[in-house]
């Protein structure tokens, strides 16, 4: 029984192929978690979208380093896994295609930018965290593989918001399905959601 699905072919990771080979005489350990895909299916700037004990995740590959959140957004169950990735302040963030929450892929923070009043005028302020509102997850990688830890409870956050939706499979099925971007075409965004919130 395969343990994800993923936009990318990740062959190499069933259960009748070792997870982490260890040389001979030596001592190794695979690390924690299920394997998700050969590294050579995550370039740089790339996703991979998983299911794994039932919670929904992507595992982004940027700057040369491995993020792994949850897939559907904390605040309406929207696909924040195949949104745009923008900077904010020196921060990758995820940006959810339905209402445009900046999520911070390496913390789960939620940004938003402030306000401020110049000359008696609204004009852009800082950006600022909500806090942790998206799951975080241990990822590694091994042997030419990809590990995810996806428990809940991970980051070291006992409950997060998007703990509510991540295991929802109708939210987290439009992440899995969702076709890849087109170079050069703007994602069409929808607005709302299915408003249900289920825990694992």
Known sequence: MKLFRSLFSAPGCDSSTPQASTPEGSVHQAPPG??????SALPEGGRLHARLEGRYVTVLRLDGKLSCIDSVCFHAGGPLGIGDIEDVNGHKCLVCPWHFYKIDVDTGD?????????????VPGEWKSNGVRQRVHPV?????????????????????????YACDA?????????????????????VGGDGRAVTC
């Open 170 to 190: 109708s939210c987290g099925e439009r992440v899995l399905h969702a076709p890849p971007a087109k170079a050069g075409k703007n994602r069409l965004h929808s």
């Open 110 to 122: 939620k940004y938003y930018q402030g306000v401020e009043f110049q000359n008696g005028k609204m």
């Open 34 to 39: 299920v394997c998700v895909g050969e590294s």
């Open 140 to 164: 590694a990688e091994a042997d030419g593989k990809i590990y995810v830890d996806a428990v809940k409870g991970g980051g070291g956050v006992a409950k997060v918001d998007s703990d509510n």
